[in-house]
Every structure is written in C-alpha cells, then in structure tokens.
C-alpha cells in the first residue's frame, strides 16, 4: 500500500467572521481532482496537530483523539496521518459509491469525500455519544477551511457504515460516522 507526503497545505486567509457568514452546503462540485494542498488545509482544519503534546485544531472527547480523518478518492481509500501529513492508503479501490445511501451521482463526481472514522477501543471509557461531538466539530471545521478555499462542501451521515467500513477494509473497532465531501464549486 502506498503512503502520499501531501504538500504545504493552502493558506486558510479569510477572516473567521467572513467565513462563518459565508458557510454553506454545496453539492453542486465539478469532478476536477482537488489538489493536494487543498485538501491538506481541510484534513488540517480538521484533524491538525497545533501542541507538541498532540494536540489538534479541533477538540476530542477526554482527550482521546479517538475519531481520525480518512479519504476516499478515485485513487483508493486513505488514513490521514496529521504527525507527518502523509495521505497511507488502506484501500486500492474507488469506494466513494459506497459512502452514500441514496446520492450517488453527485458522490461519485465530487473528487474528495473525508471520512471521520472513530476508533470505538480507544473511546470505550468516553460517553458514547462523544466521538460524534467530536467528529462534528472536525465537519465544521471543514466547512471553515474549504469556505475560506472557495471549495463546496457537504457534510454527510446517510450511507451504510458497517458497508463502507468493509470497503475501507477497516478492522471492526474503527467505525466510520460521518463524512464530508468536497470539490472544486461548478
Ligand atoms: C449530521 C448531519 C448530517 C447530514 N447529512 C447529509 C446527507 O446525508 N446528505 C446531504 O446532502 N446533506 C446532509 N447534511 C447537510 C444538511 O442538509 C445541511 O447542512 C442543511 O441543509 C443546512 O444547509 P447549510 O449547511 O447550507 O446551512 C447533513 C448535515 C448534518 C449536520
């Protein structure tokens, strides 16, 4: 399996205040690739690590850290790795139809779709309705990040989970929980 170093992620520019008021939904993506240090500023948003003790722009339930960032491209499924920003492939296949129940022409055209995949091990002390807090926290962080890109974006939940997890080829402790798809505006 192959291991992509992503490059300096895209600066994030745009005011705070600008970009909440100009966040939206939108799935309406040419199929163009999203390059890379666009999506490392959004996997960055989302999941970067900002303290030596590893700490991340984004808060987790007990400090656990338990919900990582993953990517689904034509290119195969990806763990992102925010210590060294590299992009290690767990799947060859496009499994991007997978991560939806009922929208798959526009999912399968959008070229990114991060899934937050939730390691239940690590978080069986934790609440269990904490690491969706804190993958919901990492979807707008998304919004933020791909708002200031110019990038549309959607978070997700509907699609099959145990279907998408297989396709990942992910072991059963890690449970995929909601997702954000992205791409270039039409
Ligand atoms: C938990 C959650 C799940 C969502 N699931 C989907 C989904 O499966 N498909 C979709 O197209 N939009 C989904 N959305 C996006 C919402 O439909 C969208 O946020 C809502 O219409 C409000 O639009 P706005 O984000 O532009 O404010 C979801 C949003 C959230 C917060």
């Not at 139809?97 to 779709?113: C, H, I, K, M």
């Not at 145990?162 to 505006?185: C, S």
């Amino acid at each position: 399996m192959k291991t992509i170093k992503l490059p300096e992620p895209a600066a994030l520019t745009m005011s705070l205040g600008e970009a909440l008021k100009l966040r939206r939904t939108n799935r309406d993506p040419k199929a163009d690739p999203l390059t890379d240090d666009k999506l490392a500023a959004i996997l960055w948003a989302a999941a970067g690590i900002t303290s030596e003790d590893g700490r991340r722009t984004t808060p987790s339930t007990l400090d656990l850290r338990a919900v990582d960032a993953y990517v689904l491209r034509a290119d195969g499924a990806w763990r992102f790795n925010a210590a060294d920003m590299t992009l290690e492939q767990t799947a060859e296949e496009d499994v991007r139809r997978v991560s939806t129940a009922y929208q798959f022409e526009y999912v399968e055209r959008a070229p990114v779709t991060i899934v937050f995949v939730a390691d239940m091990e690590r978080s069986k002390n934790a609440r269990p309705q904490g690491v969706w807090v804190d993958a919901g926290t990492m979807g707008q962080s998304c919004y933020l990040a791909a708002t200031a890109l110019g990038v549309a974006g959607c978070v997700r939940a509907s699609f099959d989970h145990d279907a998408l997890r297989d396709a990942m080829k992910l072991p059963a402790h890690l449970e995929p929980i909601v997702l954000f798809t992205a791409g270039l505006p039409a």
